[in-house]
């Protein structure tokens, strides 16, 4: 796995911008030596910022939305159309003002859809629809996303993968139903570290001092069992995106001094 990079920007609108203009170089160029490209979204403020950043950014059309197979890293299993849900607020924030094909936007399920409240059914739905993205050149039952976004709980949590729960402690698994979240609602739907071990590059999203802690932890070394963010990492690339806040207690020694 690839060793942390660090790039810290003043503010979280600036990081929002820049990850917005940095996301729309990956995805064309993926789309030019490959023909397509495949991203996992995030939620949370700072997800929902870079989709927000995105819908106004001067380069968002150079991608060809009808090329761009979109993911998820985890999910409220919650009703459809529920406002709290992931797939929701990104359609809000972006989704829904681009040409993007409906067969390639891979929402995980929702409370009341074909598995009912079976959260784990849910989640092996999930797991099989990947599995059938996944092209004899991947690695494993998932597709090698070109670029896996996740934002950093201040718990140092990422995606659905919470401190000392099952779900981070999982090594077979792609997809797995989480019961008892310390955050709301308690139920959710989750990809594993081995699935989002398989994108090429992995990007984790942090701004506010909220989010201080969490980074310095996760960067310290910690174990990922006790720092699930410290266990998210890129084939090809791991990068941490942070405002001044959220940096704010690593050591300069650890990011360059070009950052901005």
């Given at each position: 796995m690839s060793t942390p990079q660090l790039v810290v920007h003043h503010d979280k609108e600036?990081?929002?911008?820049?990850?917005?203009?940095r996301l729309i170089t990956k995805i064309v160029d993926a789309q030019a030596s490959r023909g397509s490209a495949s991203v996992v979204l995030t939620g949370g403020r700072n997800g929902n910022g870079l989709l927000a950043a995105?819908?106004?950014?001067?380069?968002?059309?150079?991608v060809d939305w009808s090329r761009l197979d979109l993911w998820w890293g985890d999910e409220r299993f919650l009703p459809e159309g529920d406002p709290e849900r992931n797939v929701t607020q990104a359609r809000e924030a972006?989704?829904?003002?681009?040409?993007?094909?409906?067969?390639?936007?891979?929402?995980m399920p929702a409370s009341d859809g074909p598995h009912g409240h079976d959260v784990e059914a849910a989640a092996e739905s999930y797991a099989e629809e990947l599995a059938r993205a996944a092209g004899p050149?991947?690695?494993g039952a998932v597709p090698t996303f070109d670029v896996l976004m996740l934002g950093v709980g201040p718990d140092t949590h990422v995606a659905s993968l919470f401190p000392e729960l099952p779900a981070v402690r999982e090594t077979e698994r792609t997809v797995v139903g989480v019961h008892g979240a310390p955050k709301p609602p308690p139920t959710r739907v989750?990809?594993?570290?081995?699935?989002?071990r398989a994108a090429r590059e992995v990007w984790l999203l942090a701004a506010g001092e909220d989010k201080a802690q969490a980074a310095a932890i996760a960067l310290s070394g910690a174990g990922e069992i006790q720092a699930p963010a410290a266990g998210a990492r890129g084939r090809a690339r791991t990068l941490w995106l942070l405002d001044s806040a959220a940096a704010s207690q690593l050591p300069r020694s650890l990011y360059p001094p070009a950052s901005s």
């Open positions: 600036l990081m929002a911008q820049a990850a917005a203009a995105l819908a106004t950014a001067p380069a968002r059309d150079a972006l989704l829904d003002a681009v040409p993007l094909d409906p067969k390639r936007v891979h929402a050149e991947n690695h989750t990809l594993t570290l081995p699935a989002i």
